[in-house]
């Protein structure tokens, strides 16, 4: 049986600096206005690094909630956004011992029908699925400034970058872009 | 009136049993935390199967602690619906509803959070309502204006990360154990408050609420140097955990007791009431006391500010007493879902 690893799946990347809070809001609210349910976003980075900030774009973009609502999970695990358009599974993987929890947390079901938005993704890497857009964020030169790799494995996560470029070209997303 | 509360929203598989609203019979938590500290301290009890293996034993402990023979002699049951994990939650919901149904017992929902405030009644019986809370623990941060059961208004809360959140992240960041409360307010004592000034922040255009997520990387770049990361090494100008803790700790409880006591004041409130883990805090409580001159300040025992379920049971009494009142029979008492938010 040949394993979906051997499998090419079309990859593409892009790297993308923050200016601050309100640009990573301001991008996770126009890549949440472009999600479709079964989609997977994987963030990473360390403490403070803006992965939450990211998902209160991510959920007021999609209608799931206003940005403010939105707090880290850390505790509770998991919670969905349904107010919107498509549901956004938001899960903390911060608490978890490895990708076996997040199976027994039943979070990989439940994105079949929604978005599922995994925080600290690296640490539950091997329960995700391959096809998905993933988001590493780090510190960037200046204190409020934040790096973001993202990286899209599949034929819908890349057609999804590709979207996410123009709808942040269009809204003028003020940073500086540099391709890869 | 005798109830059996059951909580189960998060970590804490919990059953107690209170007399008339106010008396705790007993109260009965089974925790993670001992269990999992050899595994680096953060593994959750995430699964709903380890509520599922705990919470009839639980139950059961509850019952012969308050020396109750069996479901039989309790009044009615109240559980925890809303909010929390909707695996876990639901482990607590199905339990009641099936013992509900089996004893021809009421059944009541309960609010978590209204349920932490109702914690401080439990504490103090004669504190008069209205008064102001503060709930600060691991997933929540909150304040409320109560005005009595079912009637509480949220007045201020965090934008992001829970107050004990705060906690648990800045002592991972330190090589401190878990849970971060304790463990950064042991490596505080010894440490000066003043050492380092961690920001106080504040949210725009909303003076009672609070934003934690800041001073995880304020820590981080003390530690490490400004847009260091936490692989880099830790600066010698860092200067010792335990200033950095006794300053980080300053930080968050400044935060904390500045809101609240405003909260009161702006309230016109008399009383403040403080509940959540957080509230197990030794200088949380000498803060608030210090800015509450004038106002009342109760903060309960340890075992009723953390999850528990005799805060399920207590507040549980009075909507089945008001429930009874109204002659409604136990028929609709199950039409309620497990909420996670």
Same mark, same amino acid.
């Given at each position: 049986? %040949?394993t979906t ?5 079309? =990859? ?6 923050s200016? #601050?809070v309100?640009a ?6 126009a890549?949440?206005q472009l ?8 963030l990473s980075?360390?403490?403070g ?6 998902v209160?774009? +991510?959920?007021?973009g999609?209608?799931g909630?206003?940005?403010?609502d939105?707090v880290? !999970? =850390?505790f ?11 549901? +956004?599974?938001h899960?903390d993987?911060?608490r978890?011992g490895?990708?076996?929890?997040l /199976?027994?947390? &039943? *979070?990989?079901?439940?994105f079949a029908?929604?978005?599922?938005v995994?925080?600290w993704a690296e640490?539950v890497?091997a329960?995700?699925?391959r ?5 590493a964020l780090?510190y960037g030169?200046e204190?409020?400034e934040?790096t973001?790799a993202?990286e ?10 590709r979207a996410?470029?123009?709808?942040l070209a269009e809204?003028g ?6 391709a890869? | ?8 929203s ?6 107690a049993?209170?007399? #008339?609203?106010?008396?705790v019979l ?5 925790t993670?935390i001992a269990?999992?500290?050899p595994?680096?301290?953060v593994v959750p009890e995430i ?7 705990a ?6 402990a509850?019952l012969a602690d308050?020396?109750l023979?069996s479901?039989?002699?309790?009044d009615?049951?109240?559980v925890?619906?809303?909010? %929390?994990?909707?695996g876990?939650l639901l482990?607590?919901?199905s339990f009641?509803?099936g /013992?509900?149904? *089996?004893?021809?017992k009421? /059944?009541i ?5 209204? *349920?932490h405030?109702?914690a ?6 004669d504190l ?8 600060a623990s691991g997933g929540?941060t ?6 009595g059961p079912?009637?509480s208004?949220l007045?201020g809360r ?6 004990g ?5 800045a002592? $991972?960041?330190?090589g401190?154990?878990?849970p971060g409360?304790?463990?950064?307010e042991?490596?505080a ?8 000034h961690?920001p106080?922040a504040?949210v725009?255009? *909303?003076? /009672?609420?609070f934003s ?7 820590v981080?770049?003390?530690l490490h140097?400004?847009?260091r ?10 200067g010792?955990v335990? #200033?950095v ?10 935060v904390?007791? #500045? ?15 403080v509940?959540?883990?957080? $509230?197990?805090?030794g200088r949380?409580r000498?803060?608030?006391n210090?800015?509450?001159r004038g106002l009342r300040?109760?903060?309960?025992a ?7 379920a005799?805060m +399920? $049971?207590g507040? &549980? ?6 429930r009874?009142? $109204?002659?409604a029979? !136990? ?11």
């Amino acid at each position: 049986m %040949g394993t979906t690893a051997d499998r090419e799946l079309p =990859t593409e990347r892009r790297a993308l600096v923050s200016t #601050d809070v309100e640009a990573t809001i301001a991008l996770g609210r126009a890549l949440g206005q472009l999600v479709e349910a079964g989609d997977v976003i994987a963030l990473s980075g360390d403490l403070g690094a803006g992965k939450t900030h990211l998902v209160k774009g +991510i959920v007021s973009g999609a209608g799931g909630a206003p940005a403010e609502d939105v707090v880290s !999970p =850390t505790f509770v695990l998991l919670v969905p956004y349904d107010g919107g358009r498509v549901t +956004i599974h938001h899960v903390d993987a911060y608490r978890l011992g490895g990708p076996e929890e997040l /199976l027994d947390l &039943g *979070a990989i079901d439940l994105f079949a029908d929604g978005v599922g938005v995994v925080e600290w993704a690296e640490r539950v890497e091997a329960a995700l699925p391959r096809e998905r857009l993933g988001i590493a964020l780090d510190y960037g030169e200046e204190p409020s400034e934040r790096t973001l790799a993202l990286e899209a494995t599949g034929v819908r996560p890349v057609a999804l970058l590709r979207a996410l470029d123009r709808a942040l070209a269009e809204a003028g997303w003020g940073s500086e872009r540099r391709a890869t | 009136m005798i109830v059996l509360g059951i909580e189960s929203s998060c970590d804490e598989t919990a059953a107690a049993i209170v007399r #008339d609203g106010v008396h705790v019979l007993s109260n009965v938590v089974r925790t993670q935390i001992a269990k999992h500290r050899p595994f680096g301290g953060v593994v959750p009890e995430i699964a709903s199967r380890c509520h599922l293996e705990a919470i009839g034993p639980v139950v059961e402990a509850a019952l012969a602690d308050a020396g109750l023979a069996s479901i039989d002699d309790v009044d009615g049951i109240a559980v925890t619906a809303r909010p %929390g994990l909707i695996g876990s939650l639901l482990v607590g919901v199905s339990f009641a509803k099936g /013992l509900a149904v *089996a004893s021809g017992k009421p /059944l009541i929902d309960v609010d978590h959070i209204e *349920a932490h405030i109702y914690a401080n009644l439990l504490a103090a019986p004669d504190l008069e309502a209205p008064f102001v809370s503060l709930i600060a623990s691991g997933g929540h941060t909150a304040i409320h204006r109560w005005e009595g059961p079912g009637r509480s208004e949220l007045i201020g809360r965090t934008r992001d990360d829970a107050a004990g959140e705060a906690f648990d992240k800045a002592a $991972a960041l330190l090589g401190l154990g878990y849970p971060g409360g304790p463990a950064i307010e042991r490596a505080a004592r010894d440490g000066d408050p003043g050492a380092v000034h961690f920001p106080r922040a504040r949210v725009k255009g *909303a003076p /009672l609420d609070f934003s934690f997520s800041g001073i995880k990387t304020a820590v981080l770049y003390h530690l490490h140097g400004p847009n260091r990361k936490r692989s880099d090494p830790i600066r010698p100008e860092a200067g010792s955990v335990a #200033d950095v803790a006794a300053s980080f700790q300053e930080a968050v409880c400044d935060v904390l007791a #500045d809101r609240t006591v405003k909260a009161a004041r702006a309230a016109k409130v008399s009383a403040i009431a403080v509940g959540g883990g957080v $509230a197990c805090n030794g200088r949380l409580r000498e803060k608030v006391n210090e800015r509450a001159r004038g106002l009342r300040v109760v903060f309960p025992a340890p075992a009723l500010c953390t999850d528990n379920a005799a805060m +399920i $049971a207590g507040l &549980g009494h009075h909507a089945l007493r008001a429930r009874l009142e $109204a002659g409604a029979g !136990p028929g609709s008492s199950l039409d309620f879902d497990a909420r996670p938010r």
